[in-house]
């Protein structure tokens, strides 16, 4: 596609639950970050992956966050146990070699109950 | 540690000007950019600035000042499409991430 796409663009869970949210970068884009918007509040980062490895994972908020990218392409953003303070619009955005600019996607929007 | 500050909220008139500052402190610096982003919409570039000077793009202009620790983004001729929200971000120093820090945004409301 011509951007990054992330789905779902909304999701509402239950506190406890487990979800999945996925973000498919621009093709041929090595790079690939996480970041977290709270109400009110600037984006945070969460993760950055360089290819399908995680050399900075620092600001994931807990052991219940977890992400994986497979064949330098889609990334997997996983939230285990859900609470209500993680919800937040989860942005994806992916950035070329040698380049610095990040490209986002729309983000998805979760709600947890 | 690194701190990115601008204002909350800024309203102005379609057809003005109006310039969005913000203040930096980094451990180092490797550039500043800005960001529009509409309500439910991603993030789009608007500008980078590496060296000091005013960078022009047509209605948009970004100012920065590495001494100063400043940056400003300058908007012409305002439309009411121009109300959003502009994040001011800059790399993270040191290691090969390029992860942004962001500030909390300036929500500009344009008005008629």
């Known amino acids: 596609g011509a951007g990054v796409s992330q789905s779902p663009s909304n999701k509402v869970t239950e506190k406890g639950k487990d979800v999945e949210l996925r973000c498919d970068p621009i093709?041929?884009?090595?790079?690939l970050y996480w970041y977290r918007q709270r109400l009110g509040q600037g984006l945070e980062f969460l993760i950055y992956?360089?290819?399908?490895?995680?050399?900075?994972k620092s600001g994931l908020p807990s052991d219940r966050f977890s992400a994986e990218r497979t064949g330098e392409s889609v990334s997997t953003l996983t939230i285990q146990r859900t609470q209500q303070e993680d919800s937040a619009v989860y942005l994806c955005?992916?950035?070329?070699?040698?380049?610095?600019?990040?490209?986002f996607g729309p983000g998805t929007r979760l709600t947890v109950l | 540690g690194q701190n990115i500050d601008q204002p909350t909220e800024m309203t102005a008139t379609e057809g003005a000007i109006v310039q969005i500052n913000c203040t930096y402190q980094?451990?180092?610096?490797?550039?500043l950019f800005w960001y529009q982003q509409h309500a439910g919409e991603a993030p789009t570039f608007l500008s980078y600035?590496?060296?000091?000077g005013l960078e022009e793009k047509g209605r948009f202009s970004s100012f920065l000042s590495r001494s100063k620790g400043y940056s400003y983004l300058l908007l012409k001729e305002l439309q009411m499409k121009d109300s959003a929200s502009y994040l001011c971000?800059?790399?993270?120093?040191?290691?090969?991430?390029?992860?942004?820090?962001f500030g909390t945004g300036t929500l500009l409301a344009v008005q008629p």
């Open positions: 980094t451990s180092g610096f490797n550039g």
């Open positions: 600035n590496v060296l000091d």
């Open positions: 955005a992916s950035r070329a070699l040698g380049y610095n600019e990040q490209f």
């Open positions: 093709s041929g884009h090595t790079a």
């Open positions: 971000a800059a790399p993270s120093y040191g290691g090969a991430t390029n992860k942004l820090i």
């Open positions: 992956f360089q290819g399908n490895s995680a050399p900075d």
